[in-house]
């Protein structure tokens, strides 16, 4: 039996890993420091059991049985906290724990349960490990056919029929990640939320178009909307994932030849679709961006020089900046230009060339063009415009 125990201090760890090797030197105990590395051991290695800590940074042991119980049906679940956080034990016991085991953890109880335990699912191993191997199987082909179907690339004549039968009519959703980091975790949360929402609300299935995108096929129920079902997404999406994600889905579809079109279709629209924020607080980064252009504004500037200042990727800032300003970044920047310009022409005696130059235009030809272009006069123009307009209101 392969048993992983989760929790981030390292004297519980070590301490159940000792107490279950003594006494079972035949199961193989793996180890994690945090849910994110349990994820990673759960898709890399055939777990039984897990024993997870209830409270650890960045998401509790709940949230990870939550989000794997989908993935990972067979698996054994026992959650161990503190007895201050006994309030905890109602979820576990709904979510499916087996145990609830408060610390300290008495060294016969950790033994009794470990024995009650493997030998129930030694028994269970018998009986279904088989069958969950084969549907395993076939739920990745048909993801990986749907998947390649999707994407437009030739399916070497495989038959699509099982597909158009199990759906007459249906709608896509696509999932869509930016970050510059490694999202296999992120991932693989957005593909358990998502396949929990579709089976609670139709049916239908979820697929992996690559690395940072995944696409839900869903024949939805007469109750449910796709309104409902992207809303409840999002809720899930901003509570666990930490990366910037945007979700879009087409309308009904009842050709099942469209769909490579339609994600098509979804994946330009991406281009112009903000992302949703996310826990590390995208909106303060855009506050820290904003004061520093206004410090800097007269030097060289770039959008990916200023998202890098602010640990974003240039693609969520970019529109994240947009969403917040109303502008894009260019345009932004020289609007802030200008206005400075104008400033300096009706307040003080400096040459053109000087101001320019204040203002981030070096090149005091480009200056005036740009100048122009926004105001319908140049800068010497309006400089001469604003000192008549003194001198009348000074008559």
Known sequence: MNILVVDDEDVIRSGIERTIKRSFPEHRILLATNPAEAIQQLNSEA???????????????LQLMEISRRSHAHVKWVVISAYSEFAYAKE?????AKEYLLKPIGKD???SMISKLGDEIARENELSKDVYLLKGNLRFLREAVFARWASGLDLGGIDLKPFIENHPYFQLLMIK?????DVRVEHFIVENVLTELIESMGRGFVASIDGKSLLGLVTLSEESSMHQLVEQLRSHLKRYVKAPFQVLHTDRISDFAKVPAEVQSMRKASASTVYDHYASGGGQSIEVAF????THFHTELSLEKVAAIVYLNPV?????FKQKTGSGFKE???HLRLERAMELLRTSDLKITDISERVGYPDMRHFSQIFRKKNGNTPSEYRRCMSEIHSVEHL
Do not use: N, W
Not at 92 to 96: E, F, K, N, R
Not at 291 to 294: G, H, R, V
């Open 316 to 320: 969520y800032f970019s529109q994240l």
């Open 177 to 181: 990640m930016e970050s510059d980091l």
């Open 332 to 334: 932004y920047i020289t």
């Open 47 to 61: 777990i039984d059991l897990v024993l997870t800590d209830v409270r650890m940074p960045g998401m509790t042991g």
């Open 291 to 294: 004061q520093y252009i206004k």
């Open 92 to 96: 576990a016991v709904h979510l499916g």
């Open 109 to 111: 109880i950790l033994i």
